[in-house]
Nanobody, 127 residues
Framework: QVQLVESGGGLVQPGGSLRLACAASGFTFGYYTMGWYRQAPGKERELVAAISSGGGSTTYLDSVKGRFTISRDNAKNQVYLQMNSLKPEDTAMYYC????????????????????WGQGTQVTVSA
């Protein structure tokens, strides 16, 4: 049974930092691309960052480039999102999921990922 459990969210002031973590189980973690997604109220889900199975390739949403860093630890079956210089517009529920590199990077719908969506972790950036 696939499980994706996100953690690390919280309330932070603009300019602050958070590190999100996603613990994965139930599939061969090291075989798949991992992605971090976010969804704000009233908005569509968007891919924030993706990392290839071996960690050698990454992609980022333009608005987070230079501020967010995705990484993974295949020995621990975990993927991380280090978020620096946070802005109010980063406020959203953040989720992780997995799939093939091409599919992950071609969209954010259910059809682009292989797992079900977890409970997510809320990130709120506010003064």
């Amino acid at each position: 049974q696939v499980q994706l459990v996100e953690s690390g969210g919280g309330l932070v002031q603009p300019g602050g930092s958070l590190r999100l973590a996603c613990a994965a189980s139930g599939f061969t973690f090291g075989y798949y691309t991992m992605g971090w997604y976010r969804q704000a109220p009233g908005k569509e889900r968007e891919l924030v960052a993706a990392i290839s199975s071996g960690g050698g390739s990454t992609t980022y949403l333009d608005s987070v480039k230079g501020r967010f860093t995705i990484s993974r630890d295949n020995a621990k079956n975990q993927v991380y999102l280090q978020m620096n210089s946070l802005k109010p517009e980063d406020t959203a529920m953040y989720y992780c999921n997995y799939g093939q590199w091409a599919s992950i990077n071609s969209g954010s719908s259910d059809a682009n990922v292989l797992g079900s969506w977890g409970q997510g972790t809320q990130v709120t950036v506010s003064a």
